[in-house]
């Protein structure tokens, strides 16, 4: 059974750093796309980023380019977002999502619950 | 950027009845050398993340129940939930998958009337 658990979420200052976590079993990270998706409070899908399989070509969204970093570790079978400079606006619940197949152009067809990230002084 | 529309915002379907979503994206997301249009459309209820239910445009996912059905082709898109049940209810968005940054659209609520 696929299953995708994100942690790392919490409350961080404007300016701060975060690395979120997804923990994935019942199949392997590193042969399906891997997307992050954030849904603000009460607002609608946000898409953030994908890693595509094998080498990974990344592909991020405007809104966070330059300040997050998709990646992951085979050996954990974990995915990660590294959040910089983080901004009120990045206030979202996090999910991190597989993709149908290993290529970046796919639906995402497993999430995990989401994990809250709170950016407020 | 492509933007995803969708329409309306939110609707009201009685119970039984037919329920259709509307999706359009500013440019066509089907790439002609397969002739697949690269749009998915999710379910999501409240507390819960979303769901997968069409890729391609109109492919049922797994154990979704054949009352969902998605049709389309270039830029106009539908999700139409044929005799609706309580359990739909949900807020429901389409994505593209065609070019990133891979948008959705802004979602549309779905009640029972």
């Known amino acids: 059974e696929v299953q995708l658990l994100e942690s790392g979420g919490g409350l961080v200052q404007p300016g701060g750093s975060l690395r979120l976590s997804c923990a994935a079993s019942g199949f392997t990270v590193s042969t399906y796309a891997m997307s992050w998706v954030r849904q603000a409070p009460g607002k609608g899908l946000e898409w953030v980023s994908v890693?595509?399989?094998?080498?990974?070509?990344?592909f991020y969204s405007d809104s966070v380019k330059g300040r997050f970093t998709i990646s992951r570790d085979n050996s954990k079978n974990t995915l990660y977002v590294q959040m910089n400079s983080l901004r009120a606006e990045d206030t979202a619940v996090y999910y991190c999502?597989?993709?149908?197949?290993?290529?970046?152009?796919?639906?995402?067809?497993?999430w995990g619950q989401g994990t809250l990230v709170t950016v407020s002084s | 950027d492509i933007v995803m529309t969708q329409s309306p915002d939110s609707l009201a379907v009685s119970l039984g009845e037919r329920a259709t979503i509307n999706c359009k994206s500013s440019q066509s997301v089907l790439y002609s050398s397969n002739n697949k249009s690269y749009l998915g459309w999710y379910q999501q209820k409240p507390g819960q993340p979303p769901k997968l239910l069409i890729y391609w445009a109109s492919t049922r996912e797994s154990g979704v129940p054949d009352r969902f059905s998605g049709s389309g082709s270039g830029a106009d898109f539908t999700l139409t939930i044929s005799g609706l049940q309580a359990e739909d209810v949900a807020v429901y968005y389409c994505?593209?998958?065609?070019?990133?940054?891979?948008?959705f659209g802004q979602g549309t609520k779905l009640e029972i009337k």
């Open positions: 890693i595509s399989d094998g080498d990974g070509d990344i």
């Open positions: 999502a597989k993709g149908t197949s290993g290529s970046r152009y796919s639906g995402l067809n497993h």
């Open positions: 994505q593209q998958y065609y070019s990133a940054p891979f948008s």
